[in-house]
């Protein structure tokens, strides 16, 4: 589907790693037409149900330190907030920066490509022969995909998970959206990489 007059607004969780920085890119949908929307409750909020629970099953190595938001369609509103959390876990052996959990998000429609994300705060107690052990995926599912399919509640309404398409609709001319249906974790270890062009 196309965007619509909802508001549109784009988080980055920007990380520490190693000395490296590391960025994941979310993007949430406000069923409403507020222009003004509070972006200060969207960080609070998407600390609490995201940030505060991925932590858990990211070594302590890897540090969440702010978060950026920015709509994207309405406006250009911009909101910076320090959080500074570091991974719970202390007594596992870090991964280099660039191993990742992947998480595959599945679409709603054919508008746009399924979205992924790629979590980095891997350890070698929870990988074996590049396969992440069943104890570790158990965890991913409940600490990395339940929060990113989760929906936000703010003072505005509420905020919706999307995978929000950069290339421009020809007939319409606005960027293509979809709802996230479901998801799933990859049980292969993979790398944080550049993401494809088309969504994110």
């Known amino acids: 589907m196309t965007n619509n007059a909802n508001t549109i607004v784009r988080i980055e969780d920007r990380?520490?790693?190693?000395?490296?920085?590391?960025?994941n890119?979310?993007?949430?949908l406000l069923n409403?037409?507020?222009?003004a929307p509070d972006l200060n409750a969207l960080a609070e909020g998407f600390d609490t149900t995201?940030?505060?629970?991925m932590k858990d099953?990211?070594?302590?190595s890897l540090r969440h330190t702010e978060l950026y938001l920015k709509t994207v369609n309405r406006g250009s509103l911009e909101h910076t907030e320090a959080i500074n959390t570091d991974g719970a876990l202390t007594a596992v052996?870090?991964?280099?920066?660039?191993?990742?959990?992947?998480?595959?998000?599945?679409?709603?429609?054919?508008?746009?490509?399924n979205g992924y994300k790629r979590i980095a705060g891997m350890w070698d107690e929870g990988i074996s022969n590049n396969v992440f052990t069943a104890a570790a995926l158990a965890d991913f599912a409940t600490d990395f995909l339940v929060p990113m399919l989760a929906t936000i509640t703010t003072t505005d309404g509420d905020w919706r998970p999307i995978i929000f398409g950069n290339v421009i609709d020809e007939v319409s001319g606005l960027s293509r959206v979809n709802f996230i249906s479901s998801g799933i974790v990859n049980a292969?270890?993979?790398?944080?990489?550049s993401r494809k062009q088309e969504v994110v």
Do not use: W
């Open 188 to 193: 292969i270890a993979t790398t944080q990489r």
């Open 93 to 113: 052996n870090p991964m280099p920066s660039f191993v990742a959990c992947s998480v595959k998000l599945f679409r709603s429609d054919t508008s746009t490509r």
């Open 15 to 23: 990380q520490e790693m190693a000395g490296e920085g590391l960025i």
């Open 57 to 60: 099953s990211q070594a302590s």
């Open 25 to 28: 890119t979310y993007h949430y």
């Open 50 to 53: 995201v940030i505060q629970v």
């Open 32 to 35: 409403s037409t507020e222009p």
